[in-house]
């Protein structure tokens, strides 16, 4: 099953708006990472925060982690149209001798010029 | 050029059908993993190698196999293709942590 849960499915908001996504997610992890993807593109990797980390930035990206309540947030700001796209996030563990690297089902970004 | 190609890119084949998937990286990574994206669902993981000699299934092995030929290449097979392996495959690479992935192929079972 799915580890990663984002919230929300989608998400429409006005250029120069901040969007926030979350993340949630069930088991322990190494790290977690977030994704963007343009539609039927390949992912690309946008920043990784590791378990004991908090909080990260870079550029207009700021990702939180609460390994307490297992989620994570995504906040971009000051969208830009070319910001739409899907953001997924990923966890990294290894559990029982296997190991994991889960998606979530992502988020549907679109932001209107 | 690409880090991470896929070869094909689109393919409509028929149920029982054996297919292939490639790809390829130039990124000198020795993890290569395999996924499928279905609509509403994320990516799941297929089949993952941390080295050449290493393979490991996934969450949704089932159906398929894969063969790690070099550190360079890793291809996926479906033995006998069924509809409802029509999905978007992705091919990634990774050293560690973050994951690099290949544009992607279109399958489609009919």
């Known amino acids: 099953s799915q580890q990663g849960e984002e919230d929300p499915q989608a998400l429409s908001i006005q250029e120069g708006e901040n969007a926030t996504m979350n993340c949630s997610y069930k088991?322990?992890?190494?790290?977690l990472q977030w994704y963007r993807q343009n539609s039927g593109r390949g992912l690309v990797h946008l920043i990784l925060i590791r378990s004991n980390e908090r909080e990260k930035h870079s550029g207009r990206l700021r990702v939180t982690l609460d390994t307490s309540k297992k989620s994570s947030s995504l906040l971009i700001t000051a969208s830009r149209a070319a910001d739409t796209a899907s953001y997924f996030c990923?966890?990294?563990?290894w559990g029982s001798g296997t190991y994991k690297y889960i998606f979530g089902t992502g988020t549907r970004l679109k932001v209107l010029a | 050029d690409a880090d991470v190609t896929q070869t094909p890119r689109n393919r409509i084949t028929k149920t029982g059908k054996r297919i292939m998937l490639e790809c390829s990286q130039t990124?000198?990574?020795?993890?290569m993993y395999w996924y499928r994206q279905d609509p509403g669902l994320g990516l799941r993981l297929i089949y993952y190698s941390f080295d050449v000699k290493d393979i490991n299934k996934g969450e949704i092995s089932d159906g398929y196999s894969v063969s790690r030929q070099a550190q360079a290449k890793f291809s996926l097979s479906l033995e006998s293709a069924i509809p409802n392996q029509t999905a978007l495959y992705f091919c990634?690479?990774?050293?560690?942590?973050?994951?690099?992935f290949g544009p992607g192929t279109r399958l489609t079972v009919t």
């Open positions: 990923a966890t990294d563990a």
């Open positions: 990124k000198g990574h020795d993890r």
């Open positions: 088991t322990s992890i190494n790290n």
């Open positions: 990634a690479t990774s050293q560690r942590g973050e994951q690099y």
